[in-house]
């Protein structure tokens, strides 16, 4: 695939084992440790609101959606930010590579 047809290349951030959040519909992130957002995911469980990604194993962070859903995660989030041109020109490279 040429690079010319590339306008923004999607990418999913991994949260779990097996499990992908669409970063641009993250609001917010917030450590498990942290009491408030503890609050928040036992508030949200009885409403259907609460997505278990973590697959069983020990959750580190907990997400905010703009859908109103709370997304538990068991990876750590990615620290690093690109900027999307940056972040674009590397997936295409990983793309072309066939690493992606």
Same mark, same amino acid.
């Given at each position: 695939m040429s690079r010319n047809k590339f306008t923004h290349c999607p990418y999913l951030w991994p949260v779990g084992p097996a499990g992908l959040v669409a970063p641009d519909r993250v609001l917010a992130a917030g450590r498990w440790e942290s009491a408030p957002i503890r609050r928040a995911? #036992?508030?949200? *469980?009885?409403?259907?609101? /609460?997505?278990?990604?973590?697959?069983? #194993?020990?959750? *580190?962070?907990?997400?905010? /959606?703009?859908?109103g859903h709370i997304v538990l995660a068991a990876v750590p989030m990615p620290v690093a930010v690109l900027e999307d041109e940056e972040l674009d020109q590397l997936l295409i490279q990983k793309y072309e590579e066939g690493s992606l």
């Open positions: 995911v #036992r508030k949200a *469980k009885p409403e259907g609101r /609460l997505i278990d990604l973590t697959f069983g #194993r020990a959750c *580190k962070w907990v997400l905010f /959606l703009d859908s």
